[in-house]
T-cell receptor
Framework: ETGVTQTPRHLVMGMTNKKSLKCEQH?????MYWYKQSAKKPLELMFV???????ENNSVPSRFSPECPNSSHLFLHLHTLQPEDSALYLC??????????????FGPGTRLLVL | GNSVTQTEGPVTLSEEAFLTINCTYT??????LFWYVQYPGEGLQLLLK?????DKGSNKGFEATYRKETTSFHLEKGSVQVSDSAVYFC??????????FGKGTKLSVKP
């Protein structure tokens, strides 16, 4: 049990659908992250939030829209996705964003399939 | 820029064999280094870490030593078990606090 939960665990959506991924951390951390894990590619950082403020957006397409209403919850809103967006989306949290020794704790991920 | 290169899998071993998964990095300075493991159908779990040169991280029989002279952080285990079958990721902590991962190495251990 890592203290980071994600729902749903699996999601199938059409290209015209709108859906949201949810992440919740029970660790009292101040920083949260979205990563994308595609087949045969390294894990890619998508978004970083620190104290509910977005501090990094790695040139992610606007069809992905993050939301962090408080330090325990993180959402990823999805709309008009493409089949190449099918991947495992991982949420992580850490005590703080900076600091070389900070460990990030990951959730189990949401397996997304876009048809 | 920062990057991580690790053994390209898959790696298949028999139970009780010795495991080495190589990891080398390119970075400015001396970043913290991590090994994460991903079991089938699950997210990433921290396996071990080292925050400065010559540190040795260890957990569950796995070890890795931070070698600044060779910019390496190779993962080793003396005797693998079937339950060690998973994907292993080497990562470094970037200057912005984000993790930069290698591509992952899939390990399969046969009885």
């Amino acid at each position: 049990e890592t203290g980071v939960t994600q729902t749903p665990r699996h999601l199938v959506m059409g290209m015209t659908n709108k859906k949201s991924l949810k992440c919740e951390q029970h660790l009292g951390h101040n920083a949260m992250y979205w990563y994308k894990q595609s087949a045969k590619k390294p894990l890619e950082l998508m978004f970083v939030y620190s104290l509910e403020e977005r501090v990094e957006n790695n040139s992610v397409p606007s069809r992905f829209s993050p939301e962090c209403p408080n330090s325990s919850h993180l959402f990823l809103h999805l709309h008009t996705l493409q089949p190449e967006d099918s991947a495992l989306y991982l949420c992580a949290s850490s005590r703080d964003r900076g600091g070389g020794q900070e460990t990030q704790y990951f959730g189990p991920g949401t397996r997304l399939l876009v048809l | 820029g920062n990057s991580v290169t690790q053994t390209e899998g898959p790696v298949t071993l028999s139970e009780e064999a010795f495991l080495t998964i190589n990891c080398t990095y390119t970075a400015t300075g001396y970043p913290s280094l991590f090994w994460y493991v991903q079991y089938p159908g699950e997210g990433l779990q921290l396996l071990l870490k080292a925050t400065k040169a010559d540190d040795k991280g260890s957990n569950k029989g796995f070890e890795a030593t931070y070698r600044k002279e060779t910019t390496s952080f190779h993962l080793e285990k003396g005797s693998v078990q079937v339950s060690d079958s998973a994907v292993y990721f080497c990562a470094l902590k970037g200057s912005q606090g984000n993790l930069i991962f290698g591509k992952g190495t899939k390990l399969s251990v046969k009885p």
